[in-house]
């Protein structure tokens, strides 16, 4: 199991970006710990966000469970999915708000242990204060389209 997440969490930057990879048997029972946990660059958010894929493929319409690890003072501009968004905060505190703009003062705290759903299509930014981890699960195809085409990483 750890070589398959291995491979996946090798690939996590592609997936979150749109590229295709499914899991050789994604029918299995499957069970994770942190420490199966790999970590991986993602292009499609700003530089410093790390990404583990639990469960996919991202791009096709499949359940899907990744985790999301950013450092503190991390922004991640204003942006919406094409799926219903899941977020659970498994550590820190993330900072969820909902706009086309991004305003620091209109967001709520989200601590260890707090969820957000958010509806497809829904304009929302989030920001830390420390490092945080989330999981987000749902149902893809997933994909980030920023408010502003500037603030894409991808397009650098």
């Not at 096709?60 to 950013?70: D, G, I």
């Not at 968004?85 to 498994?90: A, K, L």
């Amino acid at each position: 199991m750890k070589n398959r997440l291995v491979a996946l969490c090798v690939s996590a930057g592609f997936l979150c970006a749109g590229a295709s990879t499914a899991w050789a048997d994604a029918g299995a029972h499957t069970m994770v710990t942190p420490a199966d946990l790999s970590w991986g660059d993602v292009p499609s958010l700003p530089a410093g966000a790390k990404v583990a894929v639990i469960e996919g493929p991202l791009n096709e319409a499949k359940p899907f469970t990744f985790r999301l690890k950013f450092p503190a003072n991390y922004k991640i501009p204003p942006h919406s999915h094409p799926a219903i968004e899941h977020v659970t905060v498994i550590s820190g505190t993330f900072h969820m708000g909902v706009g086309d703009k991004m305003d620091t003062s209109k967001t709520t705290a989200l601590g260890t242990g707090s969820a957000a759903i958010m509806q497809p299509q829904t304009n929302h930014f989030a920001w830390t204060g420390s490092e945080t981890i989330i999981q987000v699960h749902g149902v893809g195809p997933w994909a980030i389209n920023y408010v502003n085409p500037a603030d894409d990483p991808r397009k650098k």
